[in-house]
DNA sequence: GTTCCTGCAAAAGCTTTGCAGAAGA
DNA sequence: TCTTCTGCAAAGCTTTTGCAGGAAC
């Protein structure tokens, strides 16, 4: 199940990371829009709420997040890097026409191959990319 | 089969790419070496036989051959991109330690879920990270 | 002579770093 | 008070763009 705004709090407890007013509005945020939003977008949204916000501190924020293995970081080819609050293994798809990203589920460990049963393996990902439904139907009316 | 480097040079008049010494050289060197360079990688590397080479050409030739599909663009989580002239479907997986890139064989379609069937993919990218045999041992000999 | 290619310099974009001041315990 | 956190400014890196000169046919 996905963890709840609450749950993640009281992993931040445990862990002794601090709970600034900006880090619980980082967290809060990710919870609440899973779409895998940029540091822009972020910070974007969050400053309406906190005008003073620098992005430095959405970055600090982050990379703690990330370090404590709450949030995970997906790169999908763009320069910039991409959130998510939902760290159990799942595969996205990014479309390339309208650049939403889907996440999708994915047996991973299916995937591993006998030449890597020497290897210690932390981290997996599975990315595809192409065009969703949406941007599908609407080529085709174009045409 | 790998293709060769005649292959892919043939390849290249068949799409009316022009065939510049310094294109033929970024060809020649991701041929023959397969450990998925970096720009800087190539250019430092080429360099040394082509003195006067800039990397805005190397940059140039590498989005020319990934536009006609001849390599590979490959993203793991590093700003900087890497280059993989073998475009068949595999695995990588980047030793967190050294920072080697092994290839790895998957059966990426054998993925693909339900979920999926209304979109269209173009790319499929699997990737892992985590700690190679060799840095596993010397970490033990370490400890 | 035209077209394509090269390469310098500058710009652009994301991310990190240094540091001083503010907030919190 | 002492530690931690914030946020501005500047720097760092990779990559892209503009453009003039050069090569090739």
């Known amino acids: 199940m996905d963890p709840t705004f609450e749950d993640l709090r009281q992993e931040l407890k445990t862990k002794n990371i601090g709970l600034s007013h900006q880090r619980l509005k980082v967290l809060?945020?990710?919870?609440?829009?899973?779409?895998?939003?940029?540091?822009?977008?972020?910070?974007?949204?969050?400053?309406?709420?906190?005008?003073?916000?620098?992005?430095?501190?959405?970055y600090n924020t982050l990379r703690i997040l990330a370090e404590a293995g709450l949030v995970k970081v997906i790169s999908i080819e763009d320069k910039e890097c991409r959130f998510d609050i939902d760290t159990e293994d799942h595969g996205h798809f990014k479309c390339?026409?309208?650049?939403?990203?889907?996440?999708?589920?994915?047996?991973?460990?299916?995937?591993?191959?006998?030449?890597?049963?020497?290897?210690?393996?932390?981290?997996?990902?599975?990315?595809?990319?192409?065009?969703?439904?949406?941007?599908?139907?609407?080529?085709?009316?174009?045409?």
């Open 28 to 58: 809060e945020y990710l919870a609440q829009n899973r779409c895998h939003p940029t540091v822009d977008q972020i910070y974007t949204e969050l400053q309406k709420d906190i005008p003073t916000l620098s992005k430095t501190t959405v």
């Open 96 to 143: 390339e026409s309208c650049g939403t990203i889907f996440d999708f589920p994915v047996d991973i460990d299916s995937l591993i191959p006998e030449e890597l049963s020497n290897f210690k393996i932390n981290d997996k990902n599975v990315y595809f990319k192409g065009l969703c439904p949406g941007c599908l139907s609407n080529k085709k009316e174009i045409n």
